[in-house]
């Protein structure tokens, strides 16, 4: 894959079709130095009409140029020119440059022996195959370096880990990361997964500020002792290893019912949400704190929503008229 860049002529006005044409013949002749003996050019509809179907031309300087991308045609064993369909050129190079990438390798000379390489879609770069990583599901390959940037990144911003290939949905597993990933980054990557296999109305979370673990009411339950389980609504952190009240969603209030803790403390968590200027997530119940930055919230289970309506953001785009960003950061 290469790219040419000229000059055209300086001086006077040059035509979209005498750019066109000319470009095709610099592309031909580039072709034909590389001892290519089989090309495929796309053009555009402009340039079909003159260069394929040789539609003579009243400009003598077009027709030459007209007359030249047939002649190096004619140099070729095989060179087809096709109807080009409107996609955007950047996009149609990026296509064509994945496309060839993907399909290189090739065997390397090294101290220890012949070693097979391939190139990384994501960063070009010629890698051992023994250090591509395929992605379950979907088996798109990509370098370890590459896969470990991506996956820090993901985690950094707390969302859900996916194949980094444009467009691909296809969730990592943690489990299969652990060849070219710390330990610490595995385990992080795993919560997500498994915090996601929880049903939401069996979601509770740890109420004491410095730990607010994700935790199931059953697996709390199995970690309570059973003289404690008795007490109606307590419950131990499988994290901090204190005890809470399930019901209320507080810290364990000895000595008092839940019905006494409430009316000596109407709505402590929602209290402390308004206070905080928390929001919740509407998809996983999950509680949300925005320090610094616009409005946009990417909860990591996927919901992205407007923090201070909690209006649904659709296609990246809001359905709100909140806006991107918002006058009062807090520090």
Known sequence: ?????????????????????????????????????????????????????????GDEKIQALINQADL????????ELHLFLGLNDNRCFKLARRAIISQLSWSEKTPTGKKRKETCIKCFEGTVVLQMYSVDGCL??????????HIQEKLLTGMVVNCPHDGCTVQLIANSC????????????????EEAAIPIEERIYCPYPRCSTLMSKRDVLKCTKESFARAQ????????????????EVPWHHNMSCSD??????????????EKMWQQCKKCKIMVELVDGCYHISCWCGYEFCYK?????????PTCNCGDKRNNTRQ
């Open 1 to 57: 894959m290469s790219e040419i860049k000229k000059p055209f002529r300086n001086g006077g006005f040059l035509s979209e079709l005498e750019v066109d044409i000319q470009a095709l013949v610099e592309g031909l002749d580039a072709a034909l130095s590389s001892n290519l003996k089989r090309v495929t050019f796309f053009i555009s509809q402009r340039t079909h009409n003159y260069v394929l179907d040789l539609k003579p031309h």
């Open 178 to 193: 652990k060849k070219f990933l710390l330990l610490n980054l595995v385990s992080l990557m795993s919560q997500p997964m």
């Open 261 to 274: 803790y409430r009316r000596s403390n109407p709505n402590t968590v929602k209290s402390l949400a308004r």
């Open 309 to 317: 309506c909690r209006a649904v953001w659709k296609k990246r785009k």
């Open 140 to 149: 798109h390959r990509f370098c370890f370096s590459c896969m470990r940037k």
């Open 72 to 79: 190096l045609r004619k140099m070729f064993n095989c060179c």
């Open 233 to 248: 609504g307590c419950r131990k952190c499988i994290g901090c290893q204190l005890y809470f009240c399930i019901d209320c």
